[in-house]
């Protein structure tokens, strides 16, 4: 199935929804995205998310990082978990929870998250405290770029713009979360991105 995404045999959204059928087997990661499931809209921690070596498992899975990284996610208790996941991205590059160490053994997982989030263009759904966050990020990012002072690595995974207020001197390769979307894949159809990720789910529908 990995080979088959990675290559790709076809078109990879059509084997997206066998392939998250398959990731969500695991024990670890079906119970990571059990637990986001069942406390949506609350925003779990890293830790209540992940789980004492959740992370280390999400990370070292090469079928989940394979599916992020080539197909819009139509599932909905996956789009939660994930949407979790990338505030506890946000939470970690603004070095709120995670150590050096954790954030270099999840790194393949956020830098495929990021790339989720460009190829469904960032309909997840977001909190005004994560808005907040990320604002906050951004403008320590801008400040780090104009100082030529060396850039941890999560602040450079690829995302879109916080608000149109972004400033334009800030590299796309260099956002972090996006405003984009209030109810994620399901409820943006509203919207440009939306009407994208609806077209993607057409054959896979996430209720």
């Known amino acids: 199935m990995v080979r088959a995404l990675t290559e790709p045999w ?15 087997l695991d024990p670890v990661i079906g119970g990571c995205v059990a637990r986001a499931a069942d406390a949506w809209p609350l925003r779990l921690s890293a830790q209540a998310l992940f789980g004492p070596n959740g992370l280390a498992t999400v990370a070292a899975d090469p079928l989940l990082c394979a599916l992020l990284n080539a197909a819009p996610i139509c599932d909905i208790e996956m789009e939660r978990f994930l949407t979790m996941a990338r505030r506890a991205m946000l939470e970690a590059a603004a070095g709120m929870t995670a150590s050096d160490g954790e954030i270099g053994t999840a790194l393949s997982f956020y830098t495929a998250l990021a790339r989720q989030c460009f190829i469904n263009e960032y309909v997840f759904s977001h909190t005004d405290d994560e808005i907040q966050a990320a604002g906050d990020l951004r403008d320590s990012l801008v400040a780090a770029l104009e100082a030529r002072t060396q850039v941890p690595v999560l602040w450079r995974l690829r995302s879109p713009p916080i608000s149109r207020s972004a400033p334009s001197r800030l590299p796309p390769a260099c956002w972090i979360v996006s405003g984009r979307g209030s109810d994620g894949c399901a409820g943006a159809t509203g919207s440009r991105a939306g009407a994208r990720a609806a077209r993607a789910c057409r054959h896979s529908p996430v209720d």
Not at 10 to 24: C, H, Q, S, Y
């Open 10 to 24: 076809g078109r990879p959204g059509e084997l997206a929804r066998i392939g998250t059928d398959l990731v969500k």
